[in-house]
């Protein structure tokens, strides 16, 4: 049996009776072929099927997902931005939106390289999330540029205190290549 181009099993028939050694005919040789190749094309088309799924929800979860950092990207931000004001609007509520840019970080990038500087963003990143609160959300909109969405009637007591623990998180050193970097 062949799926696609590749070998997937066999079939075999076996006699209930011992002893009992029979040969097929042609026709019989045919239909067991139409058989093994039905078959295989049934294996193949689901195998198809089940990457192509596979494919379809790893393209949706990159459209929406900043392959660097796992965070939102710009165009996930931008629809959690949109319902967040069609809540707020619905609601009369309120919300705020952070810009957060890296000082310098280009010149990461020319001294110490892209790895280096790749590994700097999955780092903020990573401390930007573990600030976030419940009605928060952090995306990655560009090379060094972060938004964060306070929705859900965000205070201004409670946003200052999370954009000054935003930058704080930031602003604490980052150990790159035996040295540290702020």
Known sequence: IYAGDEL?????F???QPGDVRRFSAHECE?????????????YEDQLRRERTRLTVELARQAQQDPLTGLANRMQFAKHLESALAKATQKAGTLAVAFLDLDRFKQVNDTLGHTTGDEVLRQVAARLQAEMGPD???ARVGGDEFTILFAGNPSCGSMAGTVQRLLDAVRAPFPAEETEMF
């Open 14 to 16: 076996c006699s209930t």
């Open 8 to 12: 997937f099993g066999s079939l075999s």
């Open 31 to 43: 239909v067991l072929e139409l058989m093994a190749k039905s078959l295989g094309r049934s294996i």
């Open 136 to 138: 928060q959300s952090v």
